[in-house]
């Protein structure tokens, strides 16, 4: 059935119909042809080759239209994988937007935690110069956790 693919699908239609009717005709004309004394002797092998190419042309009658059959849900696949794709397309873009903002949205956050130890740690600095103890102040882990969390 792989010959189907390389010639085109009118001439194969054309092929099998030819052979149905002339495996028809062939059947017909093999009952009437006993009254034609000349080519009576004939009328069995006109008989039996009428219904072999008869047969014959049933056969790829119903290979043509399992074929057609399949090129039709080949068609239809394919159709659906485009859209698919298409979906795949248009959800991937709304993703990386939602991403890119997420990043940004975090970069904004970090650098703001940044400036504000930046601006706070000075206090502390002079206090650890003068000797004293060097303690991290909640408020510097707050703004760091605060920082790392999902945003929301």
């Known amino acids: ?4 693919h390389l010639l085109p699908t009118s001439f194969i239609l054309w092929i099998v119909n030819l052979l149905l009717f002339v495996g028809i005709v ?16 004939y009328r069995l092998p006109i008989q039996i080759g009428s ?5 014959v042309g049933i056969y ?5 239209s399992v074929e057609q059959a399949w090129r039709e849900r080949v068609e239809e696949m ?23 903002t997420k990043t940004q949205l975090i970069r904004t956050r970090g650098e703001e935690v ?26 510097f882990i707050k703004a760091i956790n605060d920082a790392a969390e999902q945003p929301k």
Do not use: H
């Open 114 to 139: 940044i400036k504000y130890v930046d601006r706070e740690i000075v206090k502390y600095d002079t206090k650890f110069a003068a000797g004293g103890e060097c303690e991290i102040p909640k408020e």
């Open 26 to 41: 062939g059947i017909i004309l093999g009952f009437f042809i006993k009254f034609i004394p000349v080519v009576n002797t």
């Open 78 to 100: 394919q159709a659906k994988v485009a859209a698919a794709e298409t979906q795949s397309r248009d959800t991937n873009a709304k993703i990386v937007t939602k991403v890119v």
């Open 1 to 4: 059935m792989w010959l189907l």
């Open 60 to 64: 790829w009658q119903g290979g043509y």
């Open 51 to 55: 219904i072999i190419i008869f047969c």
